[in-house]
């Protein structure tokens, strides 16, 4: 089926430790993003990515790295993991605005 | 810029009982408005958009929602609450054209009592 993978589902990271975390989706969509939700405060804008090779920050990008050398993949690195960063992220891709987001299911870490 | 309210983290309905999520949105542009659901564990699903045209839209499981723009409202109703409902729902407005970063509401998860 179409859409967007998230892998892995769980991860627990020690402090200092990092990882990354995968996001492909297969529907051709220029427009990728990552997310972290937490309780209360909805979803907050990572980074995103118009094309291939074009990376921005959102508003909480310290802490994360991407890159976007494929259509398909949008990986996010945490460079050294910190307790802050516990949360749920989530991909999304679009491709025409007027359709909305695809979203993941999701990669719930705790970094302990 | 862009920002969305959600009034209500948390709204209780019985079973049969309407249901009423709300959501003011500010915009300098023209918006285009979304509500999404999160079921336990999930991503988010588009439930309903409003981008032009017909300011009363249609989503999915009897949701609906109206685009008012004298009072920058997108209120989200659905005529009788079903258990299956219970969820989190998130507003969300982006500008019109090309690329534009969507800013989401912080949720309102939707309890339904039966």
């Known amino acids: 089926n179409a859409g967007v993978t998230q892998t892995p589902k769980f991860q627990v990271l020690k402090t200092g430790q990092s990882m990354t975390l995968q996001c492909a989706q297969d529907?051709?969509?220029?427009?990728m993003s990552w997310y972290r939700q937490d309780p209360g405060m909805g979803l907050r804008l990572i980074h995103y990515s118009v094309g291939a090779g074009i990376t921005d920050q959102g508003e909480v990008p310290n802490g994360y790295n991407v890159s976007r050398s494929t259509t398909e993949d949008f990986p996010l690195r945490l460079l050294s993991a910190a307790p802050s960063q516990t949360s749920v992220y989530f991909c999304?891709?679009?491709?025409?605005?007027?359709?909305?987001?695809?979203f993941g299911s999701g990669t719930r870490l705790t970094v302990v | 810029a862009q920002s969305v309210t959600q009034l209500g983290s948390h709204v209780s309905v019985s079973e049969g009982a309407l249901v009423l999520l709300r959501c003011n949105y500010s915009?300098?542009?023209?918006?285009?408005l979304f509500w999404y659901v999160q079921y336990p564990n999930q991503g988010l699903q588009l439930l309903l958009k409003y981008t032009t045209g017909a300011t009363l839209v249609k989503g999915i499981n009897g949701f609906e929602a109206e685009f008012k723009k004298s009072e920058t409202s997108f209120h989200l109703t659905k005529p009788s609450a079903h258990m299956s409902d219970a969820a989190e729902y998130f507003c969300a407005v982006s500008g019109s054209g090309g690329y534009q970063k969507v800013t989401f509401g912080t949720g309102t998860k939707l309890q339904v009592i039966p």
């Open positions: 529907m051709n969509h220029e427009y």
């Open positions: 999304a891709s679009l491709g025409e605005v007027t359709r909305g987001y695809t």
């Open positions: 915009s300098s542009v023209p918006p285009y």
